[in-house]
């Protein structure tokens, strides 16, 4: 049986250790997935949530790496492809109570993956 060979696909940008829990960021990122470039950086300036100023700036690295590697493309050729929100390490925290007690509080972060790539034409 013969093997396929995996082709390139895309432009890759990768946020690790973002301090925001990733249902958090899910949300946010259900909202540009498939989506084109231009529109996607325009839901995101108006979307009031912290995940939106984070995925923003993720999308736009991935779109800097596309147009850096590719003088062909423009930004009205590219689709967000991908968007992974993965889970992250978790920092814990002592929050002090009453009564000499303390309890753990847990500082969620998340992996932020985004794939952008060019459209594809209909004959293609």
Known sequence: ??????????????ARYVLI?????????????NVRYPQA??????????????????????????????????EDMLVVRELLVN????????WYRARGRADMVLRRMSHITVVVDEIKKAGE
């Open 41 to 74: 950086v325009a839901i995101l300036d108006n979307l009031p949530h912290k995940a939106a100023r984070l995925l923003k700036k993720v999308i736009q690295s991935a779109a800097a790496n596309a147009l850096y590697q590719n003088k062909n493309l423009d």
């Open 87 to 94: 889970e992250g390490p978790r920092m814990k925290r002592l």
């Open 21 to 33: 829990s990733p249902p958090k960021a899910r949300r946010v990122a259900d909202h540009v997935r």
């Open 1 to 14: 049986m013969a093997q396929k060979t995996k082709e390139k696909s895309g432009y890759r940008a990768v």
